[in-house]
């Protein structure tokens, strides 16, 4: 085999941050090549090198035993790498064929622009990836998983010869996924260099020939896919100390509890856009309830309409006995629900706000006197005495929000939720872009707060939070609960079958 | 040590607002030696003078563009609400009432602002476009076109003095108009940096979806920031009625660009969510002295809009260049 890409010392400074630091490994032509790696670890720092967004501050990068010394999208394309980044990067007012061929344009006759022959090229392209729409088609109408194969469309009709996917399944369903990894086999097929960054390592397992491990911005090796399983890719990639704190709660320390510790029911609530529907459960004192599903089977949906932010059209919750109407978040707040958002930058944060800002924007009655006026003092305490409790990492409680990483700031988020003195805690997606050893930190959170008799309802998309976490596990399909799964059911056997073939019953 | 000042004024990015200090002060420093009126005790309270009107109207822009908004219609609300205030009077009514009733005609125009662009679900810049367009047609309408003088012969002669003494007095030697621009800026900025309402305005301007996910009722807010800034255009119409002793239709008109681009060079961030009252104060400032400097130094009037537009283009590229890096 011959190296098609060789990464020679490659380091990456920014200021006040090492990001790479002197990585150096081989992709071979032809191979399907996985980097994994936390959040933090240096995998999207080495990927925009390779796509010509950042020069390497020092090192050398080989492409087809040549160095590379001008670094840009422009000639990275030209060399024949092309990048699938995770935040597409496609026009979505435009048609298929327009975003394929930006930049490109076939002319014909008197400098024309010759849509015929473009809109021939992109639909024999899509038709290869198993797109069968027609090349018209504007972009903002597909969905996401078509809009990524668009994405690969604009990549391969350049003839690239290596081709890097960025976190490609991260918003994909599981069919979605499977098409791509059959789209990801043809092209390898043709003789394409794959370039595979994942954080769902079962995938990289099935899918890739070898895979590269990069901890804090160092290379820690290359292994043949033989030769690894998923606990040892753990291990690597998190270094073993940390590893065995997310093994922390197995089967036995799942809490039991009685029926008389129900203290928050859902009967037959259904959404109005249908997104829900008829879904029942109940929530006991103390207990960490699950929900499992593939995309769009309705979780973040059941949330958001049991928080007020969606539309209920029948139904009803009960807190304690007492029927609730949470229209909207305000009632919901002060019926003493709280909810950490799927996306923390979109529906959690304050950006321009420092932390005690944005810890104290939902506890009004704790923070307002005379009516109108802040309670700086109030805030103060409040705020550092979540800093403590939480273990949010911060030089001060006046430092801004967005200086921090992703798992403090949503340490913060959480923080603000407790400051509203919460009876049902809502958290969907909480370790989204979080790194490992903040995980566990967020995790033993809620553990602490169950054990202070909070009920908690936890959607999560990584079913290994699921079963680590969970004492009870309830998996939702198309907008239904399907299953409830308690103790040694709690696996990802039933959890994964229940999700994609599991059938309503009742 | 700087830290510990930080902390103080802790609420809102000071940096920025030291920034624009400094431009103010380069300013200060180049009129007073390129002119020797400049520093004069006189013309420093005539600039004071000049800007307060359109300072009062920036305090409730700045919480209306913080709030993520914008409001074009101030203009037109200020000439709206004097003609008002100058109908009731010539018509013999009381100066109370007349100044009663031009408050309420600002309040309930920047209700409406408030109203429509949230209830109303209408974007806040059509919405102003056309309360711009109806306020100033109502002023149209109601005098006629005419000028409405306040004289002798027009209005009762006690409660006249009383009403010029507002806009013409002074107290100290510091005119009565600038006290009340100084009470304002005051009041606004203890309501936006000490009260609730100053800071969810900062909240919903952030971050909207977040603000709504945080149960803040964000349409409230917002009409609380319209529905106090056309109250503020009414301050600045009675006071400038006052000033001149008369108002026409035309009375206010592109006030509101001047009133924007103070708080634009002041720092505010048109994307919502970040600004402050010093910091408008500052560009408020900032405008005055440029255009009072400009025609101390015999440059031609003309010049005065092109100045004005480099600044505002320039502050906001300062602003812009020095947050990438």
């Not at chain 2, 800007?51 to 709206?80: C, F, K, P, Q, R």
């Amino acid at each position: 085999m011959e190296a098609i890409i060789k990464f020679e010392n490659i380091s990456k400074i920014f200021p006040g941050v090492r990001a790479l630091s002197e990585v150096s490994f081989n992709i071979e032509r032809g191979e399907i090549h996985a980097i994994v790696g936390e959040n933090g670890a240096g995998k999207s720092t080495l990927i925009n090198v390779l796509g010509g967004l950042y020069t390497p501050t020092d090192g050398k990068l080989i492409f087809e035993g040549k160095e590379i010394t001008v670094f840009n999208e422009q000639a990275a394309l030209q060399l024949g790498i092309g990048v699938v980044y995770q935040e597409m990067k496609l026009c979505p007012n435009l048609s298929i064929v327009e975003n394929v061929f930006l930049g490109r344009e076939i002319r014909g006759k008197h400098r024309k622009l010759d849509w015929s022959t473009m809109r021939e090229a992109c639909q024999q392209v899509l038709d290869s990836l198993g797109l069968y729409v027609p090349a018209d088609t504007e972009v903002k109408r597909l969905s996401i998983a078509e809009q990524q194969i668009v994405e690969i469309a604009k990549s391969i009709s350049r003839d690239i010869k290596v081709l890097v996917l960025d976190e490609p399944t991260s918003a994909l369903t599981m069919t979605e996924s499977l098409k791509l990894f059959e789209n990801i086999a043809s092209l390898q097929k043709r003789g394409v260099t794959i370039i595979y960054i994942s954080h769902r390592l079962e995938e990289i397992i099935e899918l890739s020939d070898r895979v590269s491990v990069l901890r804090d911005g160092t290379y820690k090796g290359t292994f043949n896919i033989g030769d690894v399983d998923i606990d040892k890719l753990v291990k690597l990639i998190a270094g073993e100390k940390l590893y065995n704190e997310l093994e922390h709660k197995n089967t036995a320390d799942k809490k039991q509890f009685s029926d008389e510790d129900i203290y928050f029911e859902v009967e037959r609530l259904s959404s109005e856009d249908g997104t829900v529907k008829d879904v029942s459960f109940n929530l006991k004192r103390g207990e960490i309830l699950g929900f499992y599903g593939v995309q769009g089977a309705g979780r973040t949906e059941l949330l958001e309409t049991i928080f007020g932010l969606r539309k209920r059209k029948s139904g009803s919750i009960r807190l304690n006995g007492k029927e609730l109407d949470n229209k909207s978040p305000i009632q919901a707040i002060n019926n003493g629900f709280a909810m950490v958002p799927e996306d923390r930058r979109i529906a959690g944060l304050f950006p321009q706000m420092n932390i005690m800002e944005n810890i104290n924007t939902s506890n009004a009655k704790d923070v307002v006197k005379l009516g109108a006026l802040m309670d700086k003092r109030a805030m103060k305490t409040i705020s550092e005495d979540l800093r403590k409790k939480i273990g949010i990492k911060t030089r001060d409680i006046y430092q801004n929000i967005m200086q921090l990483s992703g798992g403090n700031q949503q340490k913060v988020i959480i923080g603000r939720w407790l400051a509203s003195g919460p009876k049902v805690f809502l958290v969907d997606e909480l370790t989204r872009g979080v790194d490992v050893g903040a995980k566990s930190e967020i995790f033993s959170v809620l553990r602490m707060l169950q054990e202070e008799g909070l009920g908690i309802i936890l959607v999560s998309s990584e079913i290994q939070e699921v079963i680590a976490e969970a004492d009870r596990v309830l998996v939702m399909k198309d907008g239904r609960i399907v299953k409830e799964l308690t103790g040694e059911h709690i696996n990802k056997d039933e959890i994964v079958s229940n999700a994609l073939i599991g059938k309503h019953v009742g | 040590m700087l830290e510990k000042v930080k902390k103080r004024i802790g609420f809102g990015s000071s940096v920025r607002e030291i920034g624009v200090l400094g431009a103010l002060l380069l300013l200060i420093l180049f009129f007073s030696i390129t002119s020797p009126y400049f520093l004069k005790i006189n013309n420093l309270l005539n600039i004071v003078r000049q800007i307060s009107l359109m300072g009062i109207i920036a305090m409730g822009m700045t919480m209306i563009i913080v709030s993520g908004e914008i409001d074009l219609s101030v203009g037109a609300i200020y000439g709206a609400s004097a003609i008002v205030a100058g109908m009731v009077l010539t018509n013999g009514g009381s100066v109370l009432l007349a100044i009663l009733v031009a408050l309420l005609v600002g309040a309930f125009f920047g209700l409406m602002n408030g109203v429509l662009s949230t209830y109303g679900r209408i974007p806040a810049l059509i919405v102003t476009l056309g309360m711009m367009n109806i306020a100033r047609g109502v002023a149209l309408v109601i005098c006629g076109a005419r000028v409405i003088s306040l004289s002798p012969r027009t209005v009762d002669a006690a409660g006249l003095d009383f009403f010029l003494f507002l806009g013409q007095g002074k107290v100290f030697n510091i005119p009565i108009i600038s006290i009340i621009f100084i009470i304002t800026v005051i009041l606004s900025n203890f309501l936006y940096k000490h009260t609730i309402i100053g800071f969810r305005m900062r909240a919903v301007g952030g971050n909207s979806s977040a603000a709504k996910a945080a149960g803040l009722n964000r349409n409230l807010i917002k009409i609380f920031a319209f529905t106090i800034t056309g109250v503020f255009c009414a301050i600045g119409g009675i006071l400038n009625l006052s000033f001149l002793a008369n108002v026409q239709g035309t009375t206010g008109n592109g006030l509101e660009l001047d009133v924007i681009a103070a708080v634009i060079i002041g720092g505010t961030s048109l994307n919502g969510g970040e600004g402050t009252i010093i910091g408008t104060l500052i560009g408020v400032l900032i405008m005055g002295v440029l255009k009072n400097g400009i025609i101390l130094l015999g440059v031609s009037p003309f010049f005065q809009m092109l100045i004005i537009g480099l600044v505002i283009i320039g502050a906001v590229a300062i602003d812009m260049w020095s947050r990438k890096s």
